[in-house]
């Protein structure tokens, strides 16, 4: 499984030990699923100017966001595991949004990051809240990732 991180951002430092849990996050979300070792995800970097822009351009809101999912399969019925293509598409994080959230709910930058990098797995996945249903079975999804992995707040 490949996880290919670009960071296109300045604003935060990205050590080492970040871009090891963000491999680690999608790796489990992806497994968890019954994807294969050979599915690849894109995770890039941003800062709030360039989610701004992104959330404007493909979702029509004109303001920053946290995390934004591209998945390449959007709007079709996500294959089975062995029909599925090798790229699922891209996530895309504000460090700097990410590291405000950490700070207002009290947890760790990395632990924040990892959520959100659990999450736009997830839309890849075809995952999605719009729903109160769908929502709930999205965050057990995700707590599950992260406890998983030893991530608790």
Known sequence: MAVLVNNLQEEISVEENLLKLVESVVKVSLESEGYSPDAEVGLIFVDDNYI???????????????VLSFALNEGEEMPE????EDLLGDIVISLPTAQRQAAEYGHSFN???????????????????????????????????????????
């Open 52 to 66: 701004r822009s992104l959330n404007a351009e493909y979702r029509g809101i004109d303001k920053a966001t946290d």
């Open 81 to 84: 595991e062995e029909e599925a």
């Open 111 to 153: 632990r924040e990051v990892a959520y959100l990098t659990a999450h736009g797995s997830l839309h890849l996945l075809g995952y999605d809240h719009m729903t109160e249903e769908d929502r709930q079975v999205m965050r057990q999804k995700e707590e599950g990732i992260l406890e998983r992995l030893g991530i608790n707040r």
